[in-house]
Nanobody, 126 residues
């Protein structure tokens, strides 16, 4: 069973940067494709970015393309989300997700991921 623990959330101002981390345990990290989603109050959980198990392939939602960067360190069993030029509308709970069965660039739905972290709050003030 894979466990995921996010960290790095907090309160920042618009235009600031933040880096989220997600540490994985209980499985073979290099076999996992990883992703980040977020969920704002009253809204559905939304795909942000995904990265292949090698780290060579990444995909982004249009809303974050050019501002957010997903990366992974397989030696540390950790995936990151670097968030730059943050906006108030980025305020949400951010979730890390993992899958051993969905590897294509179209894996951007919550149903594509079997494992989830507990989430970390990011609040961007204007």
């Amino acid at each position: 069973q894979v466990q995921l623990v996010e960290s790095g959330g907090g309160l920042v101002q618009a235009g600031d940067s933040l880096r989220l981390s997600c540490a994985a345990s209980g499985g073979t990290f290099r076999n996992l494709a990883m992703a980040w989603f977020h969920q704002a109050p009253g809204k559905e959980r939304e795909f942000l970015a995904r990265i292949s198990w090698t780290g060579s392939n990444t995909n982004y939602a249009d809303s974050v393309k050019g501002r957010f960067t997903i990366s992974r360190d397989n030696a540390k069993n950790t995936v990151y989300l670097q968030m730059n030029s943050l906006k108030p509308e980025d305020t949400a709970v951010y979730y890390c997700a993992a899958t051993v069965r969905c590897y294509s660039s179209r894996c951007n739905s919550t149903s594509d991921y079997e494992y989830w972290g507990q989430g970390t709050q990011v609040t961007v003030s204007s």
